[in-house]
């Protein structure tokens, strides 16, 4: 653990699974980022803006490599494990790891949806975040529309556990979203 930030330090191998493999972000991975940004739903939930520039993307994916060292997280470059193409961004955000929780989440570029890039990213993504002696459980939340994404939880192994009613604003609305859970050890 880093004392400055009480995070573990950043894995020595990038976790895999499958056709995938977590990396580290560079600046290539920009137009990845561009990419999702066209998506209409990817926007609404973080800080890349909708239709990014160039620059928008770049500072984007900076903001990416910055989430380890600030003590938030683990962001990672979801990419193929053979050719090292970013498809995704991927999230393990520890600001609960004093209490034995993370959250995850993830986005897929539209271009490489529909092959299962976003369910071995999460399984890897477990797989990694059980060597953390402190994780104990890792939660996602998916809007109840999200039928793709709640597949993909249910395909890496997560249990929906309810509906949290108007639990967060998306795009300047308040939305319910569906808790999902895996447990270590389930």
Known sequence: MD???????????????????????????????????????VPTIGTLPARATEEEALAWVERQRRHHVRGTGFAFCIADAASDRPLGQIGLW??????????????????????????????????????????HRVELLIEPWNTASTRTAEYAGFTREGLLRSHQEIAEERRDVLIY?????Q
């Open 94 to 135: 520890a600001r609960e790891l004093g209490a034995g929780r993370a959250q995850a989440g993830y986005a897929v570029a539209p271009g490489a949806r529909g092959r299962r890039a976003g369910a071995e990213a999460l399984l890897a993504l477990l797989e990694f975040g059980w060597t953390i002696p402190a994780l």
């Open 3 to 41: 004392p400055k930030t009480n995070i573990p330090p950043w894995p020595a191998v990038d976790p895999a699974c499958g056709g995938v493999r977590l990396r580290r972000f560079r600046d290539e991975d920009a137009d990845m980022a561009r990419e999702l940004s066209l998506d209409e739903y």
């Open 181 to 185: 859970a895996a447990v270590r050890g």
